[in-house]
């Protein structure tokens, strides 16, 4: 698997987008400490149509590197709660999309992430930082988690439905997986 130019531009259009939307997400105010809404990924759902696997983790290391940059985090250990929660929901979502596709929307997929990644950053807080005490936060956290995972994945399925921009995209895309093959 060779990351050609094309590939390489889409993997950076879309982590643009992920870093222009999480600049955009840190302007609202965190009313809990590592509760996000999640914008950033946006653009990581909806790639899942036109990256292989190796573009699209690529692309999820790109948005939690630059998310970081963004947040001033990357020195720190919320870097790593990012950094284990994307990578944990990007192979969720990934399996789902593989597996369960055309049977699950982006918005099940969307669900299934952000439940993921708040799960894996429950799991480091208990381990590391809070001790028992931090599953008392966990309904908030999957509420909150559940609510932004579906507005995101319904922005998604829309866009994918909707966008003639994107539908050129994911053709252009599979024309480039067949000639590859």
Same mark, same amino acid.
């Given at each position: 698997?060779?990351?050609?130019?094309?590939?390489?531009? #889409?993997?950076?259009?879309?982590?643009?987008?992920?870093?222009? +939307?999480?600049? !955009?997400?840190?302007?609202? &105010?965190?009313?809990?400490?590592?509760?996000?809404?999640?914008?950033?990924?946006?653009?990581?759902?909806?790639?899942?149509?036109?990256?292989?696997?190796?573009? @699209?983790?690529?692309?999820?290391?790109?948005?939690? +590197?630059?998310?970081?940059?963004?947040?001033?985090?990357?020195?720190? @250990?919320? *870097?790593?709660?990012?950094?284990?929660?994307?990578?944990?929901?990007?192979?969720?979502?990934? +399996?789902? @999309?593989?597996?369960?596709? &055309?049977?699950?929307?982006?918005?099940?997929?969307?669900?299934?992430?952000?439940?993921?990644?708040?799960?894996?950053? !429950?799991?480091?807080?208990?381990?590391?930082?809070?001790?028992?005490?931090?599953?008392?936060?966990?309904?908030?956290?999957?509420?909150?988690?559940?609510?932004?995972?579906?507005?995101?994945?319904?922005?998604?399925?829309? *866009?994918?439905?909707?966008? #003639?921009?994107?539908?050129?995209?994911?053709?252009?895309?599979?024309?480039?997986?067949?000639?590859? +093959?």
């Amino acid at each position: 698997m060779a990351f050609t130019e094309k590939k390489l531009n #889409r993997i950076a259009l879309l982590g643009a987008f992920s870093m222009f +939307l999480s600049t !955009i997400e840190y302007l609202f &105010p965190r009313p809990i400490p590592f509760m996000r809404l999640g914008l950033a990924n946006l653009p990581v759902i909806l790639a899942l149509e036109i990256l292989p696997a190796p573009s @699209y983790f690529l692309l999820v290391l790109m948005k939690v +590197l630059g998310q970081a940059l963004v947040n001033g985090t990357l020195a720190s @250990y919320v *870097f790593l709660f990012s950094l284990t929660g994307s990578f944990a929901s990007a192979l969720v979502m990934w +399996l789902c @999309y593989k597996g369960l596709r &055309p049977r699950i929307t982006f918005i099940g997929i969307s669900i299934m992430g952000a439940l993921t990644s708040n799960m894996a950053q !429950i799991v480091l807080s208990i381990t590391f930082i809070f001790g028992a005490s931090a599953w008392r936060i966990l309904p908030l956290f999957l509420g909150i988690g559940l609510v932004s995972g579906v507005f995101i994945g319904i922005f998604a399925q829309r *866009f994918s439905d909707k966008s #003639r921009w994107w539908k050129a995209m994911k053709e252009e895309s599979v024309l480039q997986e067949e000639a590859e +093959l």
